[in-house]
């Protein structure tokens, strides 16, 4: 992963160019990385806070063949790779949050937003946008912000290199990819689980139809968030904002 690199000083989204170089055809494993992006993309048509020079803002495109439904999958793989890229290269503990989360002290580390390119059976082009706080004062968050997000730096007391954060993911990833082809979801599954941090705990998860109440048990073999409420009644919880 990572043989083709775009490198931006500023771009609108690293996501909207790395959707345009799949439909182009670009080989599996291109990466889109930006120094500032000035229209970030969150999940749920939110936007991503990506000022310059303080965080890692890249996408990259896999070519998995596979049935559009595994795309979730590739969500958990990419946090779970992020975290203990974040263990490796910084000390630091992080845990997941279902779908993408990555928290530190309750604040979200990082955003991961995986889009598809498929038709109905097969998969053309996964996009993983990878969105991390490095080093980011506190102060640099915006006000709205601040209690909800921080940075490595932050949690640290010390300046990461954003490039070597990056190489560390690359390499995850691609183990964990590599890994994911040749066994399936199942070891992946069970390395995601030691970093949930919702997982056996009350919950609320608040999807476009409503909110459910519960515990979450667990995660399915596809990657769905199972939520047993006060009757016993289990849930498959597919896009969810969740409450903990
Ligand atoms: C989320 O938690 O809502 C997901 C945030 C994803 C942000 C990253 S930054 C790189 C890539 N480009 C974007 O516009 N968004 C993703």
Redesign the pocket.
């Known amino acids: 992963l990572g043989q083709s690199i775009h490198y931006l000083e500023s771009t609108?989204?690293?996501?909207?160019i790395?959707h345009q170089l799949a439909m182009e055809g670009c080989p599996e494993g291109t990466l889109v990385i930006?120094e500032e992006?000035v229209?970030?993309?969150?999940?749920?048509t939110?936007t991503?806070y990506?000022p310059k020079y303080t965080?890692?803002?890249?996408?990259l495109v896999l070519r998995p063949k596979l049935p559009p439904i595994m795309a979730p999958q590739f969500t958990l793989i990419a946090a779970v790779a992020v975290v203990q890229a974040i263990e490796e290269v910084c000390g630091l503990y992080p845990g997941i949050k279902w779908p993408?989360?990555i928290l530190m002290g309750g604040r979200?580390v990082?955003?991961?937003?995986t889009e598809l390119q498929a038709d109905s059976d097969r998969i053309n082009a996964i996009i993983i946008?990878?969105?991390?706080n490095v080093n980011q004062e506190k102060e640099d968050f915006p006000e709205e912000l601040r209690h909800i997000a921080t940075s490595l730096f932050v949690e640290k007391g010390e300046k990461i290199s954003r490039a070597g954060l990056v190489q560390c993911i690359l390499l995850k990833l691609e183990k964990y990819y590599q890994i994911y082809m040749d066994r399936g979801f199942a070891p992946l599954k069970i390395l995601w689980e030691s970093y949930a941090l919702s997982l056996g705990k009350n919950i609320i998860a608040h999807t476009l139809t409503g909110k459910i109440s519960g515990r979450a048990v667990g995660i399915s073999d596809e990657g769905v968030l199972k939520v047993e409420d006060g009757n016993g009644q289990i849930h498959d919880i597919y896009s969810a904002d969740i409450e903990m």
């Open positions: 609108e989204s690293t996501q909207k790395a930006a992006q229209n970030g993309r969150g999940r749920l939110r991503w990506s965080g890692i803002w890249m996408s993408n989360d979200k990082t955003g991961i937003l946008g990878i969105g991390i």
